[in-house]
T-cell receptor, first 113, second 115 residues
Framework: ETGVTQSPTHLIKTRGQQVTLRCSSQ?????VSWYQQALGQGPQFIFQ???????GRGNFPPRFSGLQFPNYSSELNVNALELDDSALYLC????????????FGSGTRLTVV | GENVEQHPSTLSVQEGDSAVIKCTYS??????FPWYKQELGKGPQLIID?????GEKKDQRIAVTLNKTAKHFSLHITETQPEDSAVYFC??????????????FGQGTILTVHP
């Protein structure tokens, strides 16, 4: 198993800018999810991709968008950044049906100034 | 939608004591309940999980119990060690048969184990 890798680890952006965060899924895992974790809180579900299609979305505005590629890697894009978007963004991958267990990456710490 | 409540928010124990963290969930359709440990600067790490067809699961010093009727599940850590100090999160999810539903997390418990 290679684990879930996220890049970059830290990022500082200015309000109004756009950002792209990247995630490489664990080998064999075909579902990827993104979570936002504000300081001192539990992770909040943003959206999930399965076989390159979005198949679930949390309570986040459309300026949060994503992609999943054929190799199951994924991107999270956030447009028109706001100060409240400052958080740890976590990617999680899960194996094919019949198996359980989400594996999280170490996250990208985004600071919006 | 699903709502997960976690208690306590902070827990301080002496090394060697036991620690118990409790969660309740609202959606009776949830059927998968993992527990995660998150250390500073890292992502959540799965430490144990339980499915709704099982009432209890144990892995060395860690155990999880599930009461589907009451919609409660708990994490039990015995013989605590200083390296158990971290933030612990419970979560609930629903497996549809073809894909996994989102994880709904509790608010977290900061566990401190004093030497």
């Amino acid at each position: 198993e290679t684990g879930v890798t996220q890049s970059p680890t830290h990022l500082i952006k200015t309000r109004g800018q756009q950002v792209t965060l990247r995630c490489s899924s664990q080998s064999g895992h075909n579902t990827v999810s993104w979570y936002q974790q504000a300081l001192g809180q539990g992770p909040q579900f943003i959206f999930q991709y399965y076989r390159e299609e979005e198949n679930g979305r949390g309570n986040f505005p459309p300026r949060f968008s994503g992609l999943q590629f054929p190799n199951y890697s994924s991107e999270l894009n956030v447009n028109a950044l706001e100060l409240d978007d400052s958080a740890l963004y976590l990617c999680a991958s899960s194996p094919p049906p019949g198996h359980y267990g989400y594996t999280f990456g170490s996250g990208t710490r985004l600071t919006v100034v | 939608g699903e709502n997960v409540e976690q208690h306590p928010s902070t827990l301080s124990v002496q090394e060697g004591d036991s620690a118990v963290i409790k969660c309740t969930y609202s959606d009776s359709a949830s059927n998968y309940f993992p527990w995660y440990k998150q250390e500073l600067g890292k992502g959540p790490q799965l430490i144990i999980d339980i499915r709704s067809n099982v009432g209890e699961k144990k892995d060395q010093r860690i155990a999880v119990t599930l009461n589907k009727t009451a919609k409660h599940f708990s994490l039990h850590i015995t013989e605590t060690q200083p390296e158990d100090s971290a933030v612990y999160f419970c979560a609930a999810s629903f497996f549809t048969g073809t894909s996994y539903g989102k994880l709904t997390f509790g608010q977290g418990t900061i566990l401190t184990v004093h030497p």
